[in-house]
């Protein structure tokens, strides 16, 4: 079964009432003094993309935790991103580092909120070419995670290019794996 979580940027309380899954950022919960109560199951995203615009994650891991934990008293969260290190050539500038010292920095990101939050952290495939997920995934294997026998594994890196024959390519590589794509749209472009 396919699931489809609505990625909103809105936090009001009509959007949790709305009985539909969402996928949330958790920038835009930490404004929130009151949290809301949910109606459908969510997906918390770490915010990654926004954080890594200034070069390194400010938020710390202690700190994400404890906002999983208080984010959890909204109920019926279905799981969260660990803190991903996306690979877009301008995150890259940004922070100095190479694709493969991303995808280090998000595996092992991975296995210590695992570690803290158990099975409500999902692992994320970071990249930017085909070969590069290839070797993520075998970055998880390396460190004991069968990424074949997780309910879900995110696909990071590939909201700006998912009208492309390029994202297709990468996808069609993760088979058989069960795969959320981060920024993924359901709508269609005219033309």
């Known amino acids: 079964m396919e699931l489809f979580y ?3 940027h809105h936090t009001s309380t009509r959007w949790w009432q709305a009985g539909v899954p969402l996928f949330v950022s958790r920038r835009q919960l930490e404004k929130r003094s009151r949290l809301p109560e949910a109606t459908a199951d969510w997906a918390l995203d770490s915010g990654g993309f926004t954080e890594l615009q200034g070069g390194r994650w400010r938020t710390t891991e202690d700190q994400y935790v404890r906002d999983v934990g208080r984010y959890q008293e909204i109920g019926r969260l279905d799981w969260v991103a660990p803190q991903d290190w996306m690979c877009e050539p301008q995150i890259l500038h940004k922070t100095g580092f190479n694709v493969g010292e991303h995808q280090w920095l998000t595996v092992r990101n991975f296995l210590r909120l695992r570690d803290r939050l158990g099975l409500l952290v999902v692992p994320v495939l970071q990249g930017w070419d085909r070969d590069d997920y290839l070797r993520c995934w075998q970055q998880y294997e390396r460190m004991g995670v069968d990424l074949e026998r997780e309910r879900l594994v995110g696909v990071g890196t590939v909201c700006r290019r ?8 990468i996808l069609r590589a993760l088979w058989p794996l069960r795969l959320h794509g981060f920024g993924f749209s359901a709508t269609r472009e005219s033309g």
């Open 6 to 8: 609505l990625g909103t």
């Open 162 to 169: 998912q009208n492309t024959a390029e994202a297709g390519v």
